[in-house]
């Protein structure tokens, strides 16, 4: 998930304007169960456009008088009761609570060595999903396919490429702006800055500051020192304006914040799993903490789901299946989540056309923006299942499912990585154009090596057990 727009544009900040805002916050009361027809009536009555068809499209200033009912909206909007409340709960112990198969701890597999391959390889993979998806993201699945088919690419099986795409066709499919130059097969060198490695990062440097026992007002804290302003979209942009406003958590997440239930926590959650191997439930309550300063409801589940699902696959002994139950048992089973990720799982496993399994899925949820939690966490859960823990299978499949392609990638990416177990199986035509390295400007670690990555990671590994500490970091 990127920045939109183009770079020459003149400057206005979007995502945080009253009036980019209640479009959008009408969609999610439509989806979460509350009656705002009065107010998108009084919205519409009044010049106000409804949601754009991505986050971030440009519109013009707004009139005073216009941003004025905008906020009046919005705190309007926040009051209406919500219907079946009870089934999407908020709050650790509601959402415990409402989980009866929380996962229980398990050992972790393999030496010292074995668990700081497969987090090296777990970085390598995310890095590498992250990066197939990015010239692609934003473009419908339509475009996404016929790109890759002239390119003699389909079903995908290695990067994007323009070589031998006819220009007519690029015309109407246009790479993503600012990835193209880094991010197709004749233009990798390296892997360059997004925000599905920024995270990873900036929490890594929450728990070498906090550790495990990190608290909401703890990642606000490394955000505000450490994360530019200018590096945040949608809801993390949201919640970084309300702390600069004086607002705290979850106020941050909750005040004219109408991307809650979008991706945005999920990218942040894959550290949370690699340091708690074979501890699927601890992850995700470290997870929801770390979520609750920009996320709720389906936003939230996505990166406790997410943080399961790696800790699990992260332990050394199991498969993707079984980390995706993980994933699951951390989730409201009568939410829209966790409705959307047995859909995918199920499709994948019985309908012999991939494609057409996409294809369902979007039918079924395309009334989501495209980079809702509950959408994305259903194609993920099918990529992840038909790829059966094969690396480059598993990120050519979430790739090839649309929608938020790079955090999708990157999430994939990890969890076959670990499953991998070492970066050599990851292959080298997905490892070698990473040039070891990654492109950040978070906290000084623009340049970091993966290796060095997972050594950091390791260091602050906690694994299930009485007594347990982090661990150290074995000499290879």
């Known amino acids: 998930m990127t920045a939109s727009g183009s770079p020459d544009a003149p400057l206005r900040l979007t995502w945080v304007q009253p009036e980019d805002l209640v479009g959008h916050e009408l969609r999610q009361a439509a989806e979460d169960g509350r009656d705002a027809r009065d107010v998108e009536a009084r919205w519409l009555a009044a010049g106000g456009l409804p949601a754009p068809a991505r ?91 016929q790109l890759a088919r002239a390119a003699g690419n389909w079903p995908l099986k290695g990067w994007f490429t323009a070589r031998g795409v006819p220009a007519e066709l690029l015309a109407a499919y246009p790479w993503n702006t600012r990835s193209a130059a880094t991010s197709l097969a004749e233009n990798i060198a390296g892997m360059p800055e997004d925000d599905d490695l920024n995270y990873p990062l900036l929490n890594l440097l929450l728990m070498q500051r906090h550790g495990p026992g990190f608290s909401t007002q703890d990642v606000a804290r490394v955000w505000l020192d450490e994360l530019p302003a200018g590096r945040t979209f949608t809801a993390e942009r949201i919640a970084y304006r309300n702390l600069l406003g004086g607002l705290e958590p979850p106020d941050t997440a909750r005040h004219h914040n109408p991307f ?37 409801g389906n936003g939230l589940y996505a990166a ?42 199920q499709l994948a496993l019985d309908e012999p056309d991939f494609d057409t399994a996409v294809d369902t899925l979007h039918d079924t949820y395309g009334h989501y923006h495209w980079v809702h939690a509950v959408p994305n966490c259903a ?98």
């Open 55 to 145: 986050a971030g499209a440009s519109s013009p200033p707004a009139p005073p008088g216009l941003r004025r009912l905008a906020v009046q909206l919005l705190d309007e909007l926040a009051l209406l009761p919500r219907q079946d409340a009870d089934l999407e709960p908020d709050g650790p112990d509601a959402i415990r609570a409402a989980c009866p198969a929380w996962p229980a701890p398990g050992p972790v597999a393999g030496s010292d060595v074995d668990l700081l391959d497969r987090l090296h390889a777990a970085w390598l993979g995310r890095a590498a999903g992250c990066l197939l998806g990015k010239p692609v993201e934003k473009l419908p699945l339509t475009g996404i396919r």
């Open 260 to 296: 809650r239930e979008w991706i945005g926590a999920l990218i942040r959650a894959d550290l949370h799993g690699w340091t708690h191997p074979g501890a699927p439930g601890a992850a995700a309550e470290q997870a929801a903490r770390d979520a609750a300063l920009t996320h709720t």
């Open 304 to 345: 406790m789901f997410a943080a399961a699902a790696v800790a699990r696959a992260a332990d050394g002994s199991s498969d993707v299946h079984a980390a995706l139950q993980s994933g699951l048992r951390v989730v409201p089973p009568q939410s829209r989540l966790a409705t959307a990720i047995r859909h995918g799982i």
């Open 379 to 476: 194609l993920l859960a099918a990529a992840l299942t038909r790829g059966d823990g094969d690396f480059g299978a598993t990120i050519c499949l979430a790739v090839s499912c649309g929608l938020d392609t790079d955090s999708n990638g990157a999430t994939a990416g990890s969890i076959a990585g670990l499953l991998a177990g070492h970066p050599d199986a990851l292959g080298a035509a997905w490892t070698d154009p990473l040039h070891g390295r990654l492109a950040t400007s978070v906290g000084g670690l623009d340049g970091i090596g993966f290796d060095r990555l997972a050594h950091l990671t390791f260091q602050q590994t906690h694994r299930p057990g009485p007594g347990t500490r982090p661990g150290r970091a074995t000499a290879r």
